[in-house]
């Protein structure tokens, strides 16, 4: 297979669709867990920009589908955290799972904190919402660490199913 990115985005799209299950049962008691760095940094790590940036760009909007932000807020954030993680990623050892998850903890909290400050003044009362965006990030980071080994492990899988192994794609 020569074409990694649609592989790798039916891959996004899985873990995109267990977090909206998961962010419904947890509306319960008012937290939602972001993922977005989890989302863009395989792509960002092991893939020529040509072939993870389409994938990375197309979960951008997806995710943005059925949120209330302003069309295209997702996919410019989604693709400059891939482009910032394909510029970083010869000074990193980006084979190691521990570097992987640092680098989706990382690009978790750019993203979330920049959402953050873009969506704060559209509140009633920005300062009051603080103790939730801790929560809802402290919960985002815990799962992404949590989920990131095994979503990396499923992503390479993936790939070496569809015959595009990571070695051959750089």
């Known amino acids: ?30 937290v939602h867990v ?4 989890l989302l863009v940094t ?4 092991q893939l020529p920009l040509r072939r993870g940036l389409p994938a990375t760009a197309a979960v951008g909007l997806l995710c943005e589908a059925g949120t209330g932000l302003t069309p ?7 693709a400059a955290a891939h482009a910032v993680i394909h510029h970083v990623r010869d000074r990193v050892p980006r084979d190691q799972l521990t ?3 640092i680098v989706a903890l990382l ?5 979330f904190l920049v959402l953050s400050f873009l969506l704060i003044g559209r509140g009633p009362a ?31 899988q993936a790939l070496v199913l569809a015959g595009a192994t990571p070695r051959r794609l750089l």
């Open 1 to 30: 297979m020569r074409r990694p990115a649609p592989v790798i985005f039916l891959t996004m799209l899985l873990l995109w669709a267990l977090v909206v299950v998961l962010n419904h049962y947890l509306a319960v008691w008012h």
């Open 34 to 37: 972001f993922v977005g760095g």
């Open 42 to 45: 395989y792509a960002g790590l």
């Open 72 to 78: 295209g807020t997702l996919l410019v954030l989604f």
């Open 99 to 101: 570097t992987r998850v």
């Open 107 to 111: 690009a978790n909290l750019g993203l």
């Open 126 to 156: 920005p300062g009051a919402m603080w103790p939730r965006l801790i929560t809802d990030l402290v919960c985002s980071q815990v799962f992404v660490a949590l989920a990131a080994p095994w979503y990396f492990a499923l992503q390479e």
